[in-house]
């Protein structure tokens, strides 16, 4: 695998109101969220400080070996974390969520 892009992937939030944040409203005036189990993998934690400091995310060691991870957790200390995946199959969408913003 080569190295993933810090920025590309599917992202996911643990926060309802920052995947809101991402959502346009259809014709109806209607939100849209998926709800999804996803899978992380060899995963690695970058604070905000240095989230935009790499394009490209490094190796990793895992289990004691180097390899490139398959998952980034983006933190910012006190509101949410996203949860980035490289590889859309490490998701399992279980639910549509329909709402209207009040």
């Known amino acids: ?10 992202y996911f939030a643990d926060q309802i109101a920052k995947s809101d944040q991402y ?3 259809g014709d109806n005036g209607c939100h849209y969220m998926i709800l999804a189990r996803v899978v992380l993998g060899r995963h690695v934690l970058k604070s905000t400080k240095s989230r935009n400091s790499e394009r490209m ?13 398959t998952s980034l957790l983006a933190d910012v200390p006190q509101k949410f974390t996203e949860y980035i995946i ?6 399992y969408p279980e639910f549509i969520v329909k709402y209207k913003r009040v």
């Open 1 to 10: 695998m080569s190295s993933p892009r810090a920025h590309s992937g599917v």
């Open 23 to 25: 959502t346009i409203p």
């Open 57 to 69: 995310l490094p190796k990793a060691k895992f289990n004691g070996q180097e390899a490139y991870p």
């Open 86 to 91: 490289y590889d859309g199959e490490c998701a």
